[in-house]
């Protein structure tokens, strides 16, 4: 199924809101929450590991480097704001299984 994600527009990049659940047993793409990409991680929200997974899970997923990919908002909250830079797409369009 393809999801549909809106994004705004940066200098850089594109900017997303993403819904973060650590402790799951899998890592991936649930579909959206909102306006908010909702994303499972196995990785803790301690010591900024999940933060750190979820920058390298968005790396895979849309083809940039990691450095790439920057919390901008909401690094200890369930609920970021993340910036890819590089990455100018008309659509921002993902397959996910469900």
Do not use: C, W, Y
């Given at each position: 199924m393809k999801i549909k994600i809106p994004f705004e527009r940066t200098?850089?990049?594109v900017l997303i809101k993403v819904k973060v659940e650590p402790r799951s047993s899998r890592r991936k793409?649930?579909?959206?929450?909102?306006d908010a990409l909702k994303v499972k991680l196995t990785g803790p929200p301690?010591?900024?590991k999940a933060n750190e997974e979820l920058i390298e899970f968005l790396s895979e997923i849309f083809g940039v480097r990691k450095s790439a990919i920057?919390?901008?908002?909401g690094g200890s909250s369930k609920q970021k704001a993340?910036?890819?830079?590089?990455?100018?797409?008309?659509?921002?369009?993902?397959e996910i299984e469900i």
């Amino acid at each position: 199924m393809k999801i549909k994600i809106p994004f705004e527009r940066t200098a850089n990049g594109v900017l997303i809101k993403v819904k973060v659940e650590p402790r799951s047993s899998r890592r991936k793409i649930v579909g959206l929450h909102g306006d908010a990409l909702k994303v499972k991680l196995t990785g803790p929200p301690v010591e900024g590991k999940a933060n750190e997974e979820l920058i390298e899970f968005l790396s895979e997923i849309f083809g940039v480097r990691k450095s790439a990919i920057a919390i901008v908002r909401g690094g200890s909250s369930k609920q970021k704001a993340v910036e890819i830079g590089g990455f100018k797409p008309e659509a921002l369009e993902i397959e996910i299984e469900i």
